[in-house]
């Protein structure tokens, strides 16, 4: 392949994550990312089993892919896929992108998954996780409390796969705005309003009897 082939790959960003809720931390890292990279548009994946997440209560996919839908809508280069929810099973980056790499004539597409610094931490714990870094760069985006300088004790071939991304310090987490519906505290600016108000409706989060 010659070098003027390669620069007219399209480089194409994939957020997945369970996103449940979607919160203004994952819009941003997003945004982030396709600035600083010079992404043509961003894929937002949730998924459908996540396998990290089989002892935990998350909410039912169509519900968190609503959520994630009405979150980006505004938003021009932001796109969704039920690529994990509707092919059933066990969610794993490395399917999602082998799978998505069909959606593309061979050789034309570059793809950056788009993480959070813990996730990439632990990626040794992923499935095919070389695999996945020879099919596409990691992004990891800086978190509260994670130095880039932890990335140095990951095996060299996926270490040369990652792009360290700083990202103005937002400390949300879906963990803390499920806990604060659930003891009915206040989520306002912490999500978009859209998705706020589809919590409510559907009383996610809430904690019977309380």
């Not at 979607?22 to 043509?40: C, D, K, P, Q």
């Not at 788009?114 to 978190?143: H, N, Q, Y």
Request: charge should be neutral.
């Amino acid at each position: 392949m010659t070098d003027a082939q390669v620069l007219k790959k399209r480089r194409i960003g994939i957020m997945g994550g369970t996103f449940d809720p979607i919160h203004f931390g994952h819009l941003v890292v997003a945004e982030e990312a396709y600035s600083a990279l010079r992404l043509e548009e961003v894929f937002f994946v949730p998924t459908g089993s996540p396998p990290h997440k089989a002892k935990t209560r998350v909410s039912m996919p169509e519900d968190r892919y609503t959520m994630t839908l009405l979150a980006t809508l505004d938003n021009p280069h932001f796109r969704l896929s039920r690529i994990e929810i509707d092919r059933g099973g066990s969610s794993h980056t490395v399917d999602t992108i082998r799978e998505m790499y069909h959606w593309y004539p061979p050789a034309s597409v570059e793809f950056f998954f788009i993480t959070g610094m813990d996730a990439v931490l632990d990626i040794l714990s992923w499935k095919e996780p070389f695999a996945l870094s020879r099919i596409c760069r990691i992004v990891a985006a800086g978190r509260p409390g994670y130095s880039t300088s932890a990335l140095d004790d990951l095996p060299p071939e996926i270490r040369e796969a990652i792009v360290p991304l700083e990202i103005p310090l937002l400390a949300i987490s879906s963990t803390e705005i499920r806990e604060r519906v659930a003891t009915g505290k206040s989520i306002r600016y912490l999500i978009p309003w859209p998705v706020e108000h589809f919590i409510h409706k559907k009383a996610l989060y809430v904690r019977h009897g309380r």
